[in-house]
């Protein structure tokens, strides 16, 4: 089966740095995906891992480890806007643009 | 604003009514995504197409839904005998279908509720 466990909740302070965790168990991978959701909108796209190692992008980075099926989204300097769930999603095919496997959301509170 | 168009955005509907959500791609995407969203969980696969082909259904998708892509660029999904079970938000979304890091963008999605 398949299986994307992350942090359902977690609170963090303006300005501060939060790392969300994700574990995944799937059948294939051909990369992982971080997504943003605000409350009632789409998700948008943040980042993507295929190899091991730290993607950086502004203040959000995602770093990936294959072998240990594990995966996290660092969001450095939070501002008050930063509060909304965050999605590990995984392609689970070993190829091609397939569709993904999402997680629970991780839901972020940003306090001041 | 991702470029996905998704109507209506919402919907209310009684029990055993059938409805269909209309899809608009972002126009250069050949890849097609149709996922259900319910409280407090991540967006869970429905169905996807390749231009008008509908590649892969998932088991969630039962014998009253539906979906098309008769051209290959918006789609459409519908449900017959609506039940209460499907109150969901309905997203969309669209990708190239070519290279590894293309990620879907996702519409505003449908939020269906049944009485």
């Known amino acids: 089966g398949q299986n994307i466990d992350q942090p359902t909740e977690m609170t963090a302070t303006e300005g501060a740095i939060v790392q969300i965790n994700c574990t995944y168990q799937t059948s294939g991978f051909n990369g992982l995906f971080w997504y943003q959701q605000h409350a009632g909108e789409a998700p948008t796209f943040l980042s993507y891992n295929v190899l091991d190692g730290l993607e950086e992008k502004g203040r959000f980075s995602s770093f990936l480890s294959r072998s240990k099926g594990y995966s996290y989204l660092l969001l450095k300097e939070l501002q008050m806007k930063d509060s909304a769930s965050y999605l590990c999603a995984v392609r689970d095919k070993n190829s091609g643009n397939t569709p993904l496997v999402f997680g629970k959301g991780t839901r972020l509170s940003v306090i001041a | 604003d991702t470029g996905v168009s998704q109507n209506p955005r919402h919907k209310i509907t009684k029990r055993g009514q059938n409805v269909t959500f209309r899809c608009d791609p972002i126009?250069?995407?050949?890849?097609l995504y149709w996922y259900r969203q319910t409280l407090g969980q991540g967006p869970e696969f429905l169905t996807y197409?390749?231009?008008?082909?509908?590649?892969?259904k998932s088991r969630l998708l039962s014998d009253r839904f539906s979906a098309e892509r008769p051209k290959g660029s918006f789609s459409t999904l519908e449900i017959q005998r609506t039940e209460q079970g499907d109150s969901a938000m309905y997203l969309c979304?669209?990708?190239?279908?070519?290279?590894?890091?293309?990620?879907?963008?996702f519409g505003p999605g449908t939020r269906l509720t049944v009485l």
């Open positions: 979304a669209s990708s190239r279908s070519a290279g590894g890091g293309n990620e879907q963008f």
């Open positions: 126009s250069e995407h050949n890849r």
């Open positions: 197409f390749q231009n008008e082909a509908q590649l892969e």
